[in-house]
């Protein structure tokens, strides 16, 4: 059962709905990540998307993180003005680091809502490093979104063939939240090539290598 109370009342208030969870650093929230969440609203028939700030990827060096909150604040920035995006820190509120944990905590603590785990094609190559992956795939539905150079990857990597049977086709989209894991479905849409080391060493964000 969850304990913390914030966490309990966000998932009341997504009960009976569909929400697509988006996991990342965050680091900073670029237009990528935008595009792939109303891109997410509008092929999954999802209710409303969560943006899943990690306190700290297991997978990424903590020495060009910026801090949480600050990662935090550029998506709160980047989602305003988009009602059905939600930036949430529900890890801190669990306690969880890694994502199988997450999302079986999120399914176990809301049985009554839909959740889809929400990833760029980018993640899907490496997917089979990631803690209890094969967990992921067994405990919640899957959308990829193509990201430009990764498809090919992506789709011939150790993860997608392990559940080559369990891909739906991309027009079947819209029943993804309806249906029961393992179930997962590649959307080959372009989507904007920006990557968020590309912003942290721009003009625009401060140079965290020092």
């Known amino acids: 059962m969850i304990q913390n109370p914030k966490a309990r009342r966000l998932l009341a208030s997504v009960r009976g709905r569909t929400v ?4 990342g650093s965050f680091n900073p929230a670029h237009r990528g990540h935008l595009d792939i969440a109303l891109l997410a609203l509008q092929k999954l028939g999802a209710d409303e998307v969560w943006w899943m700030v990690s306190p700290q990827n297991p997978l990424k060096t903590a020495d060009d993180m910026a801090p949480f909150e600050e990662r935090r604040a550029s998506a709160v920035r980047l989602a305003r003005g988009h009602p059905r995006i939600r930036v949430t820190e529900i890890e801190v509120l669990l306690g969880t680091r890694y994502t199988a944990d997450t999302l079986s905590t999120l399914v176990s603590g809301a049985p009554f809502t839909r959740f889809i785990w929400v990833m760029g094609a980018d993640n899907l190559v490496g997917f089979h490093r990631w803690a209890e992956w094969k967990q992921i795939f067994n405990s919640v539905v899957i959308a990829v979104f193509d990201r430009p150079t990764y498809s090919l990857r992506a789709l011939s990597g150790p993860a997608a063939r392990r559940f080559a049977k369990a891909r739906i086709r991309q027009r079947a ?5 309806k249906r029961r894991a393992p179930a997962w479905v590649f959307f080959h849409t372009p989507l904007n090539p920006l990557s968020a080391t590309s912003i942290r060493y721009g003009s ?6 020092r």
């Not at 989209?173 to 939240?177: A, D, I, Y």
């Open 20 to 23: 697509a969870v988006m996991g």
């Open 173 to 177: 989209g819209e029943s993804l939240g």
């Open 204 to 209: 625009d964000w401060p140079d965290r290598r």
